[in-house]
């Protein structure tokens, strides 16, 4: 059995786990902390939280840098690690992949279950990365091969690259159109977070010949002129937003793995803006997007007079252009890894 350890924060990393699932039907145990597990596509095992209660700030979590998150004393983690190495000492454990938490890499090694590591773009050069990439038998890039930033030599040897993963690959475009006037831009807010507030889309809204949907959390917009108002519609938390992504003109979205993979898997321009994430990891991802000339990258938010000329820029890219990156067979690819990986007799060990 391959287990599949879930981060919890934002939705990229349970959203890619269950694309990948989906292909390993019979053959995948989830794990994590996701709360009610009604309609996943494979059995689950949910772990009790490891941030509640919170540590004292003036608590080294990192063990001085040498882990990420590793408060002493802590029940929630005690429990979470122990309910997690209980399924790892199956006799039927074959493979765990952790995406993401280098802690559990290394509880996966020392348990002496097969670790392998989802990768993720930034700067992963710090020393707890370092020895979690270093402990698992093999990476997983979600990205094309011809987009590989630096790395050491040691963790491109053990790399397969399998390509962007979306949860909507495979499904038919449904480029229809809102019947809004003007550029229609799809503003899509993750749940891992972002800095944009109503006077944000006030600028946007007040953009000659555009009209916004905005996807996701954000407050209440407030004091809009008449004509910005009928530009500007808040749609909230939208579960399948494939639809609105198709008939887009331009999308613009934060530079996280999974809402890129999902504009390219929709085949529609994107004006990427980077949140901030530990280790750089959307400012790393956005500039490989534009140096392979797939979207816009600015930062921080634009202002008005910007945006006609970002939004151009976009239109004048495509979405064409993602079809080298996004093939729709990422899950796939990851899929027959993981098998492979599964199936292999390790050096020392005593099965098959």
Known sequence: MIGYYVHRHGSGHRQRALAIARCLDGEITLLGSLGPAAGLPAPYVELARDDIPEPDPAADVTAEGALHWAPLSHPGLRERHGGLARWLASPATTLLV????????????????????????????????????????????????QTQHEWPERWLAKTRWIGMVSRFDGRPREPTRCGRPGTCVVLV???????????????????????????????????????????????????????????????????????????AAARVPLVAVPQSRPFGEQEEHVRVLARHGMCVAVQPWPTRSSWPALLERAVEIGGDVWAEHSDGAGAWRAASALRELAAHRWAGSTHG
């Open 189 to 263: 807010l993750g749940r891992g977070g972002h800095g944009l507030g109503p006077a944000d889309l006030v600028e946007a809204a007040a953009v000659d010949g555009t009209h916004w949907h905005v996807l996701g959390a954000i407050a209440p917009v407030a004091g809009l002129p008449p004509d910005a108002e009928a530009r500007l519609v808040l749609h909230g938390d939208v579960p399948d937003p494939w639809a609105m992504l198709c008939g887009a003109d331009v999308v613009v979205a934060a530079a996280g793995a999974s809402a890129v993979a999902d504009v």
């Open 98 to 145: 952790s995406d993401v938490s280098v802690e559990v890499l290394l509880l996966a090694r020392l348990l002496s279950v097969p670790p392998v590591a989802m990768a993720q773009r930034g700067i992963r050069a710090d020393r707890a990365h370092a020895t979690g990439y270093d402990a698992a038998v093999a990476i997983l890039a979600p990205w094309a091969r």
